[in-house]
Structures are given as structure tokens and as C-alpha cells.
């Protein structure tokens, strides 16, 4: 076998500093945004918000879960808060508060977590958010998205801001590759609609967050084998895209999935899911087993922890058999 | 006043913590130095002539137990440690690498001799007290010490594990505040101020201790009295100085989690009296 000749990328921002940024711009169009930060405004970045509109944002100390309840009296009286912290802790300390004061009296809140994922690296895994994608599709009404690049980010960001009820959006720590170039129509981007990369049919790539890139390598050394992979970029896991499920399964008969993220509760487990009822295929799914991860960079965390395209091309073979067994 | 023979070990131990936190930090380019020096003499106290404990048996039922509640600030714990026995010291300098068991925050799996995985602030104070409790229950004979930030004091669980252990008289619990008046993103008093904190804790039933936290024979002072009362928890508050020891990262919040470069190495070792050079 020759060795696939695989894209490359131009690297962007992380997509918390699209957050960050793209908050600010909301800050001057909107007054009615106030923001609220758990003492880690220069990881979330939502310090370039508070340096502009000091009034309007709340550095409150290290306390999620105060954060929470404090967002859901502000969103009571007709501000929307944008939360934010580590993904980890803020569903993970706060997730009881998400449940009693967002999502259960059906309050608007505006969840933007960063350090979303295993990629955060050094630090380890007390401060790497793995569950929390699961955790936030399990409260009901809320809608979870993970943006893949900076460009979809901030336009993520603003259907976030735009969106009339409670929204957790994960931001990760590294700068990535950047999918979307700046020509890209930003309107691509709706909240529960999918992005379909590239086309194909032999098996489909559904993917979130940065795993959205390693898909499309993953697609150039499917296709130097003559396999034929569909990539959706999956942005929004709830609600999910449940036509561009159903038509992969249909049209390719094969489904990996791939995320940044526990594999219980995740992406995985939602398209899974929705195929077995919709459209029984074989679905492969790609993420972190059932275990934490460790220190390391996040490139060796990545290769460790099989969160990469050769991975993801694995899985698609697998499913391949499945099919025609 | 002339320092005692132990003392003058405890300020050894204490620059050799740093020493060593700051040569790890560096090495892996990234970690919390501000706060492993603030805490550095204390953990030197502990660890020099307080704590009861066996490195070569790490489970020895009788040892007293540290929960290091501020886990970011491991470097100096792992470095303590490792002068104190349990790991060769020049392993250190694996900090946050892949298959170094010495992880960016503390983690049990990879140490067991650490007493709790710590780097979610705000829950190492109800694991001690939960030891704290199994020791009424057992009568065994240790004490449980638990070092937090006062950042760290942000977190409400920190004050249901007061409220707690101090209407239940839990004793042989004994809580260090490393109260070095920083946090993450700035001074704690631009982000959510302390103030009183040994009234505070009085108030929830706790034997207050004020000291200066860099005073080795005042530290040494509080442990002993701590370890005298019955019938109720005991919170040290120890005024620090965040980044203690390197003039330049003193009282500076930019200095929290921040590896320094090569420069600022060189720099910050000197004056912690190493000669080095990169
Ligand atoms: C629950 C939780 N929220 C946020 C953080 C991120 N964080 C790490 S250190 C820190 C500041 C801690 O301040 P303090 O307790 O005073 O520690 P010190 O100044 O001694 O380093 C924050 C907010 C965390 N580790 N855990």
C-alpha cells in the first residue's frame, strides 16, 4: 500500500478565542448581554468582554455552582447571561444548578465552556472536560454544539446568542486547523444543521470539534485505498441533524463517529442511537474509552488516547466489513 | 532570635522546594510556581518534623494523612516529597510529561502515596474531613492535615465541610490556608475578597491560628498547637506571598501559571542561590 497523500491545513485560532472575540462584538451590538466568569476569564476568554464592558461582566471568584444559579437570576430578569469556565467544572460543579435553574424552569442561559476535550494537554485530566457534552445533552431543552474551527465558532457563537432558549457550547484550548475559509458563507451554520464536507458513498465521517479535521485526513487516506468517505462536520449534537443521519445511513450504509469525548453519552451514542431506529447500519465510533486520560502534549495525547485520523480510518474499514458481512 | 537546629533544616527543605518546583516548571514549560512557593515552607514544616510517615510504606495504617486541596500547586508537594523519601529527586524533572507519574495536577492512580487526586478546587477539605471522621470511628492515631488556597475558599463546599466539622467537634483535623491573597485571574481582593477569614472560621466553630506563613518557627508553633486541641477542627491561616522566594514573581498574579523562560530561569535560580545555565 502506498502511503495516502493527505491534506493539509492553514492554522486558525483556538475556538475560544473566536469566543472570546466574537462575545466582545456581541458585547457592542447587544446591551443586554451580561457575562459571567469563574475566576478563568483569560482561558475562556471572556476577559476581552470584561475589559470592554466592566460593568456588564462578573469575574465572581471560584464558584461554578454559584455561577449558575447567578446566571438564572439574571436570565429571569431579562438579561442573557453567557457562562462561562473549564468545561469540567462548570457542568461538572454546576450541573445540579444547570438542572434546578436552567433547564428545568426553562431559563435562557448561554453556557460557553473552554478546555473541552483531552487536547488541553499538560495540565491533566482533573482539568479536561470529557463528559460534559453527555452531561449537557442530558438536560432537556438545551441545545450542545461544538464548533470544529475559529470561522464556524464565531458563527456559532452568534446563532448561540441569537437562539431563544438555553445553549452549552464547548470551546477547546489549542489552536486549530482552520476548515472553513474566510469565503465560506457564514449562513452555513445553523444551530441542528450539519455541515457536509465532502461527499461519498461508501461510508460516512460524522465528526465534532477537532476531530472534524482529523476526519478529513482521514477521508484523503480512505480515498488513496479507493474507499469513498462522506464528512459531516456534526456541530450541534442536540438537537441532532437527524436527516443528514438518516441519508448517510441510507446512502452509505456505514457510520463512524468521531468526537473528543467520552464515548458513553457522546456523539457516538446519539448517532448510534438515532440510526438503530431510523436506519440500522453498522456504526463505529471514535473517542476516549472508558478511562482519563493523562499529562502529556495534546499531539502525544491525541496519538495515545486514538483520537486520530489513522483511528478514525480504522474504524471506517471495520465498519466497511461490517457492512459486507 | 537564633533559629534551631530543626529550623534551620525546615528553611533548607524549604529551598530546596523551590529549587526543585522552579527547575520542574521549567523544564515542562508550564505549571503554577506562584503558588508552590507560597506554600513551600509550610509543606517543609509537614513534611520535615510534623507529619508521621513511612515513604517505603506508603499505606502504613497509622501515617498522617496531607490532602493537598490546591493541586495546581504539586510541585511543590512532589518536590517535599521527593526530599522527604518517597521519589528520587531527579525524576522530578519529568513534571507533566507523558509516562511521568509526576502529572500536572496530583492523581492517585499514577502515586498512590498521595492521600487525594486534587485540580478541581474546593473538595479536599471534605476528603480530610471524611478521614478525619474514619479516625474517630477507628480510633486510630493520626491526624489529617489539608492544605487549601484562599482562592480556593471561593468554593462553597469548602464551607459545608466547616460548617460541618465544626458542629460535630471533628478534631485531629487540621486545615492550612495558604492565604497568599492571589488567585487565578488577579488579586483576590479584585475578584472576590476574603477578609476575616480566621473570624470566619471561629464563626463556623473551627480553632483559628494566625501566622505569618514564612516564619518557619511560627508555622511550626501552629502545627503544635494544632495538634493539641480536642473537640474541634483547627484552620491555620497562614499569610503568604505568592511566588515567595523569586523577588520578581512575589505578589505578582501573572505568576500563577506561568513557566518561566530560559531568562527568567536563570534569574529566579540565583536568587535561590543556584547557579545555572540553559
Ligand atoms: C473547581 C475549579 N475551578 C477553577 C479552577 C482553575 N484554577 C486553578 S488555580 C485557581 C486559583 C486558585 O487560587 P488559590 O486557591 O488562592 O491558590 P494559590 O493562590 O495558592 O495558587 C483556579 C481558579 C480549578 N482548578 N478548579
Known sequence: MTAATVRSFEMGKSTRVAYGETLRELGRERSDIVVLDADLSKSTQTVLFGKEFPERWFNIGIQEANLVSMASGFASCGYVPFISSFAVFLVCKGFDQLRMGVAYPGINVKVVTSHGGISIGQDGPSQMGIEDLGLACSLPGFVVCCPADEVSARELVRETAKHDSAVYLRTGRPAVPIIYGADHPPETFRLGKSVQITDGGDVTLIACGLMVSEALIAHDILAAEGIRARVIDMHTLKPLDGEAVERAARETGAIVTAEEHLLHGGLGSIVAQFAAKHHPVPVESVGVEDTYAESGSPDELLDRYGLRAVNIAEAARRSLARKSS | ?278
Open chain 2, 1 to 278: 532570635m537564633a533559629s534551631t537546629k530543626v529550623e534551620q533544616r525546615c528553611s533548607q527543605m524549604a529551598r530546596s522546594i523551590r529549587v526543585h518546583s522552579l527547575r520542574m516548571i521549567h523544564a515542562a514549560g508550564s505549571g503554577h510556581p506562584g503558588g508552590s512557593f507560597s506554600a513551600a515552607d509550610i509543606l517543609a514544616a509537614l513534611y520535615s518534623d510534623c507529619l508521621k510517615f513511612r515513604p517505603d510504606e506508603p499505606d502504613w495504617l497509622d501515617r498522617d494523612r496531607l490532602v493537598y486541596s490546591k493541586g495546581h500547586g504539586c510541585p511543590a508537594l512532589y518536590a517535599a516529597m521527593a526530599v522527604a523519601g518517597y521519589f528520587p529527586v531527579d525524576e522530578l524533572i519529568g513534571l507533566r510529561k507523558l509516562d511521568c507519574r509526576f502529572q500536572g495536577h496530583p492523581d492517585r492512580r499514577k502515586i498512590p502515596a498521595l492521600e487525594a487526586s486534587t485540580g478541581s478546587l474546593g473538595q479536599g477539605l471534605s476528603i480530610a474531613l471524611g478521614m478525619a471522621l474514619a479516625r474517630r470511628l477507628s480510633g486510630q492515631d493520626y491526624h489529617v492535615y489539608c492544605v487549601i488556597g484562599d482562592g480556593e475558599t471561593d468554593e462553597g463546599q469548602i464551607w459545608e465541610a466547616a460548617l460541618y466539622a465544626g458542629a460535630h467537634g471533628v478534631d485531629h483535623l487540621i486545615g492550612i490556608t495558604d492565604y497568599n491573597k492571589i488567585q487565578n485571574d488577579d488579586y483576590s481582593e479584585n475578584i472576590l475578597p476574603k477578609r476575616d477569614l480566621p473570624e470566619k472560621w471561629a464563626a463556623f466553630g473551627w480553632h483559628p491560628i494566625e501566622i505569618d506563613g514564612h516564619d518557619i518557627s511560627a508555622i511550626r508553633g501552629a502545627l503544635e498547637e494544632a495538634r493539641g486541641v480536642s473537640g474541634k477542627p483547627v484552620m491555620i491561616v497562614a499569610h503568604t506571598v505568592k511566588g515567595k522566594g523569586v523577588s520578581f514573581m512575589e505578589d505578582e498574579p501573572g505568576w500563577h501559571g506561568k513557566a518561566p523562560n530560559d531568562e527568567e530561569f536563570v534569574r529566579a535560580m540565583a536568587e535561590l542561590g543556584e547557579e545555572v545555565s540553559v
